[in-house]
């Protein structure tokens, strides 16, 4: 079996049980990626595919070859943090950082999700042609990503100083 | 013109750190670091472990491996008292990839853990014997432990062991308990009942009475990262084939928030030297008090000394709540009596708390009780309700976290009753002194704090009357509640320094859970020293580093503060003994000296400077190196010290559905010197959203019927999530405590204190609902 993990192809032979998060966690010891609760309630194992984000601990591990995973070790270049992870850590978006790699990737997907003009729960058009990002749009689309140190303000002010420079997009 | 007084006179900013000392004493000079102006000190540096943390560099204990490690599954008791009949492990053990089933039947032998305020040695939860026969105390105990060679296996074959079990009474329904509820011996080791004068004569006379009982539910820590484990019993080298038992060393990646303890309450269970013991935690994701010594720990340990293979044990998060205790759930009644001023005649703070003969902890929630107004006559009393259950333990702001909702909700309803300003009432019953134990307070500015957080709030535009203000469904309120929480230092806490030409090594058996340790501790170092913080490294997570300091009672700061100031002196007084006499520092002593510019420094004459390089280098030395105890913590025997704040809260109440949003929330707090404005302002921050989390969500579900957990997950415990949480502004006083190193106090728990009692007071301004039983959910509002 084989995946292609922050651009590079691994391989490796696993009980057909195993979870995309587990996969990366045991096998590639990319453990960047967190378990909270491995229920998909928490969003701690959040990771990329194919630039959409989606819960690693409900993903089995089988389904994503061929697939783009990008996990939060695949995030920052070898000399440059990404932006949002700059702005993390500018914006104290974190105390423990159990969370924090589920955060960063849910928050590289959902400004993606903000680019293709996708409507949220809060969006006040949903026919609009184009989405305006606010604090409300980035809470409602960040809240299925739980920090239990309560960094969301900081969270929040990291996006949006992301969003506001536009290194981001 | 000493320095000092330079300094005082303001014609000098001050640039060199004198030695701090005997800021104990009530007649002892302020830590020198607590001073206006001090460089760094303050300062909003970003965490030095961040890039770590935004990179997945961060390993934290179940990320760790060793060679040919195995994994641990639990199986938990489904009966909450009784005895364990048969385990049919024959299933299990033959399933694929599984190395050993443990139960009571094969378990190696232990000794009892040491439990937490209970033995000087405890960090455990509770005192039971940890799979060492047949006995169910709790419904979740662990009853087998699986080792297999992936986590799949282990799963899986936890699922085909069967467990019969003779049941026997359990008391399991806290409506019953608390009919049988006992004083305990003591409260967090003080007395269980204060009484101050007659308070139940002084109440039935006073012209204003509050009566009321308050109810909050069991809660869980849910720290992300659920505790998780990686282990070994690593053989030392050259050692004897035959005695290698004797020669292992247990070396265990943990996630704790108390390294040292954790080793000699282990050392105690497994029979071994504390020195055969090694624990590193460097970090830790989520702590809150629930990160100390479980079963868990205990049992990957036997399980790997069992098969004598590595074991990794990461509890799933239904097995946190089965393993790891929370905060129990308490009724507590206040009865206020008040003149028609206002001014307290009578403060009854009494209740009962569910607990277990296991373990130690009375919710104490009359702490804050103790320190916070002025009245004649005070009785205070916990009484507990023993019941079959996980033993509880210490969450965030054990005791004034839920204390201070049932209180300051009362205070609430005295206002209302008088009709006075509930801020007004709070500040006409401001103590002069700690009102129950007649000590001074070290540094109390809670009115100032309180004034200035109502001016930045707008608390005065505030409706006066209940469920006059809204906007479309909305109904507007705002109410709010006042915070506190104890300065501590506890005994036990002593630090290394390592002082070499490039810079310096602080070296600390204390933690980083997220609080910001590791960057305030480096901010300290620096400013102490005289050194930029680059030039310093604080290491930390480590049993085997200098003293025993606990991540809890908020206390890590001072502690390591004050472990760091006698080492500081150490190394001068070291540094000192260096000099030869051609040095432009011979014959100085240490309080003639100041640290700056990576160098010592006549406090009265800048031309007596040398580098420590210098210094190292003409005594032909590398590296100095001191490890001193911190002084006793003789300060809590001379003054009442806590910190205060206010929290003010505005909600809007759908007279829809009832639903509740908090809108706005400030926190305007008098915690001491601040120390790093951006992680202080986090950790505030923090606190109050598990604020939020208490008042308006979280809940233990408890089946009285079988005394088990009913909602072991995050999809049916619910915690704030961002959409739950309104930009939070947090403000403080900075006043410095002249009796604490640097003039701080711990802040960590504060935050979550008074915001239950703000957000129902909020609710009862919108809609005019008294909520007195927590969380404030909107059927309680229909």
Redesign the interface.
């Known amino acids: 079996m084989q995946w292609t993990i922050n651009g590079q192809v691994r391989k490796a032979e696993v009980?057909f049980?195993?979870s995309l998060l587990?996969l990366l966690?045991?096998q590639f010891?990319?453990?960047?990626?967190?378990?909270?609760?491995?229920?998909?309630?928490?969003g701690?194992c959040t990771v990329l595919v194919d630039g959409d984000r989606i819960n690693a601990c409900l993903a089995l591990a089988v389904q994503y070859q061929g697939r783009s995973i990008t996990?939060?070790?695949g995030?920052?270049t070898d000399t440059h943090?990404h932006p949002v992870?700059?702005a993390?850590?500018?914006h104290?978006g974190?105390?423990?950082?159990?969370?924090?790699?589920g955060q960063?990737c849910s928050a590289v997907g959902m400004i993606g999700e903000l680019e293709r003009d996708q409507p949220s729960a809060v969006t006040a058009d949903l026919s609009a042609n184009e989405i305006e990002w606010n604090?409300d749009e980035?809470?409602?689309r960040?809240?299925?990503?739980?920090?239990?140190?309560?960094?969301?303000?900081?969270?929040?002010d990291a996006i949006a100083a992301s969003l506001a420079t536009e290194v981001v997009r | 013109m000493s320095a000092l007084d330079k300094r005082r006179s303001g014609d000098n900013q001050p640039s060199g750190v004198a030695l701090a000392g005997d800021y104990w004493r009530p007649d002892g000079r302020p830590d020198p670091l607590s001073e206006k102006g001090r460089i760094g000190i303050g300062a909003p540096l970003s965490r030095v472990d961040g890039v770590e943390k935004v990179t997945g560099g961060a390993r934290f204990a179940g990320e760790f491996t060793f060679e040919g490690m195995v994994y641990a599954a639990l199986v938990y008791s489904t009966i909450a008292n009784g005895r364990i009949l048969t385990i049919d492990r024959q299933e299990a053990e033959s399933m694929n990839g599984v190395v050993r089933v443990m139960t009571h039947e094969n378990a190696p032998r232990l000794n009892l853990p040491p439990v937490f305020l209970m033995s000087p040695n405890g960090a455990a939860g509770d005192d039971h014997p940890i799979m060492q026969n047949d006995r169910v105390h709790w419904n979740g105990q662990p009853v087998a432990l699986v080792l297999a060679e992936t986590q799949e296996q282990a799963d899986a074959a936890a699922e085909r062991i069967h467990v019969d079990y003779q049941a026997e009474p359990a008391m399991t329904d806290f409506e019953l308990a608390k009919t049988q509820a006992r004083q305990p011996d003591n409260v967090l080791g003080g007395p269980a009942e204060i009484t101050i004068g007659d308070a139940d004569k002084a109440f039935e006379m006073a012209a204003h009475r509050v009566d009321a009982i308050y109810r909050t539910p069991r809660h869980n820590h849910n720290a992300i990262e659920p505790h998780a484990l990686t282990l070994a019993w690593v053989k030392e080298d050259g050692s004897e084939k035959e005695s290698e038992r004797d020669g292992e060393t247990l070396r265990i990646h943990d996630a704790s928030q108390c390294v040292d303890l954790a080793v000699a309450s282990l050392a105690e269970v497994f029979g071994i030297d504390a020195a055969r013991i090694h624990i590193t935690s460097p970090f830790v994701g989520g702590g809150f008090g629930g990160k100390t010594l479980w079963q868990h720990q205990i049992l990957a340990a036997a399980a790997a000394k069992l098969v004598g293979r590595p074991v990794r044990l990461a509890l799933s998060r239904k097995g946190v709540y089965r393993v790891v205790g929370g905060r129990t759930c308490t009724e507590q009644r206040v009865a206020l009596g008040a003149d028609a001023d206002g001014r307290l005649k009578a403060l009854i703070h009494s209740g009962v708390v569910a607990m277990t003969r296991h373990n130690n902890l009375p919710e104490p929630f009359f702490q804050a009780t103790k320190c916070l107004y002025a009245a004649d006559h005070i009785r205070l009393s916990i009484d507990v309700a023993d019941m079959h259950m996980l033993a509880n333990t210490f969450m965030r702001a054990p005791g004034e976290s839920v204390g201070t909702f049932a209180l300051e909700s009362a205070l609430d309803e005295l206002a209302e009753q008088l009709g006075m300003d509930p801020l007004e009432l709070r500040a006409r019953n401001e103590p002069e002194q700690d009102p129950t134990n007649g000590l001074a307070f070290s540094s109390r500015h809670l009115l100032e704090a309180a004034r200035a957080g109502a001016e930045r709030f707008g608390w005065a535009k505030r409706p006066i009357q209940p469920g006059s203000q809204r906007e479309d469904e909305w109904q507007i309120g705002m109410g709010c509640a006042t915070a506190t929480y104890p300065y501590m230092r506890m005994p036990g806490a002593a630090a290394r320094i390592t002082l070499t030409g490039e810079g310096a090594t602080v070296d600390i058996a204390a933690h980083e859970m997220g609080m910001g340790t590791a960057t305030v501790q480096t901010q300290i170092a620096a400013a102490r020293l005289g050194l930029p913080v680059e030039r310093i490294q604080f290491r930390y997570g480590d049993s085997k580093l200098a003293g025993r300091v606990l991540a809890g009672g908020s206390q890590q700061t001072a502690a390591i503060g004050g472990a760091v100031i006698a080492a500081h002196r150490a190394l001068v007084i070291e540094l000192l003994a260096l000099l030869g006499e051609n040095s432009p520092l011979a014959g100085l002593t240490p309080d003639d000296v100041e640290c700056r510019d990576g160098g010592l420094c006549s406090s009265v004459d800048a031309s007596r400077f040398e580098t420590y390089e210098q210094i190292l280098a003409r005594a032909g030395r590398r590296e100095l190196s001191v490890e001193t105890d911190a002084a006793d913590s003789a300060e809590l025997a001379n003054w009442s010290m806590h910190s205060f704040g206010t929290i003010f809260c505005e909600v809007g109440v759908s007279d829809v559905t009832a639903e509740i949003r908090v809108r706005r929330l400030l926190g305007s707090f008098d915690c001491g010197r601040i120390l790093n404005a951006k992680t202080a302002a986090s950790q505030f921050r923090g606190g109050m959203i598990m604020g939020l989390g208490l008042a308006l969500m979280e809940e233990t579900l408890f089946d009285p019927r079988s005394g088990r957990v009913m909602n072991p997950s995050l999809a049916d415990y619910h915690v704030p999530v961002q959409m739950d949480v309104p930009e939070i502004d947090v403000m403080w006083t900075d006043i410095p405590d002249p009796h604490t190193p640097m003039g701080a106090h711990g802040i960590g728990e504060i935050g979550i204190t008074g915001v239950g009692a703000a957000v129902a007071n909020a609710v009862y301004n919108a809609c005019g609902k008294r909520v007195r039983e927590l969380p404030v959910t909107l059927d309680k509002l229909l």
């Not at chain 1, 960040?142 to 929040?156: D, F, K």
Request: a negative charge.
């Open positions: 009980d049980r195993t587990d966690r045991e010891q990319l453990s960047g990626t967190k378990e909270g609760c491995n229920q998909g309630a928490c701690a996990t939060v070790e995030l920052a943090l992870q700059a993390f850590i500018e104290d974190f105390q423990c950082g159990y969370c924090t790699p960063l604090r980035l809470r409602e960040m809240s299925g990503n739980l920090c239990r140190c309560g960094a969301y303000n900081g969270i929040t």
